[in-house]
């Protein structure tokens, strides 16, 4: 299990990972993934998760669906308004190199 800050700047939501070498562009939260922010956090400016390979009860699901460009593509489930969330590189780093097949989230 991991715990996780999100951090919304100038209506855009960013992951909090002061280990992150690369550029802050990389750490935005977009394509599905911003909007599962905005319901998990109530539509304030901050908002720390768990995120468990395991299941987690009244959580969040996430199950990839497919890779692409370094990234992958989540279907979402238990978030009323998100469908999909497209999930970067910066997933792979912080998992150790792959990107998990299933993500469970909550508060």
Excluded: Q
């Excluded at 901050?46 to 959580?59: A, D, G, H, K, W």
């Excluded at 969330?85 to 780093?93: D, E, G, N, R, S």
Aim: hydrophobic share 35%.
């Amino acid at each position: 299990m991991k715990k996780m800050t999100f951090n919304k700047e100038d209506n855009r939501w960013y992951i909090y990972l002061p280990e992150w070498e690369g550029d802050k562009a990389d750490l935005e939260m977009v394509a599905g993934a911003d909007k599962m922010l905005d319901h998990l956090s109530s539509n304030s400016d901050t908002v720390t998760v768990e995120i468990s390979e395991e299941p987690l009860e009244n959580c969040v699901k996430l199950k990839k669906l497919n890779h692409l460009h370094g990234g992958a593509n989540y279907k979402v489930y238990n978030c009323p308004g998100v469908d999909r969330a497209w999930l970067c590189k910066v997933t792979k780093f912080v998992y150790g190199g792959y990107m998990p097949n299933y993500l469970f989230i909550k508060l």
